[in-house]
Nanobody
């Protein structure tokens, strides 16, 4: 089993930045693909970014390209999401997830590919 714990969420003004962290335990996730998803009230959970096990390949939702950066430190069993130039529409609960689809970032954009999920961290961007 893999346990995932997100941190770093909070309230920020539009244009500001936040860095989310996702600490994994129970198993090393170096061979797992990792993703960050978000869910706003009344909306479907969507993938904002994913990263392959090797960290060589990443993918982003169009809405966050150029503003968000996903990275991982396999030695620390941790994945990060750096969020810059935040907008009110980025307000959501952000979830970290781990997938056995370690290398295929096309698959990693699909919610169904993920076996393990964190409990989420709230990000609120004020205008």
């Amino acid at each position: 089993q893999v346990q995932l714990v997100e941190s770093g969420g909070g309230l920020v003004q539009a244009g500001g930045s936040l860095r989310l962290s996702c600490a994994a335990s129970g198993r090393t996730v170096g061979s797992y693909g990792m993703g960050w998803f978000r869910q706003a009230p009344g909306k479907e959970r969507e993938c904002v970014a994913a990263i392959s096990a090797s960290a060589y390949v990443t993918t982003y939702a169009d809405s966050v390209k150029g503003r968000f950066t996903i990275s991982r430190d396999n030695a620390k069993n941790t994945v990060y999401l750096q969020m810059n130039s935040l907008k009110p529409e980025d307000t959501a609960v952000y979830y970290c997830a781990a997938s056995l689809s370690g290398t295929n970032v096309v698959l990693l954009r699909r919610r169904a590919e993920y076996a393990y999920w964190g409990q989420g961290t709230q990000v609120t961007v004020s205008s």
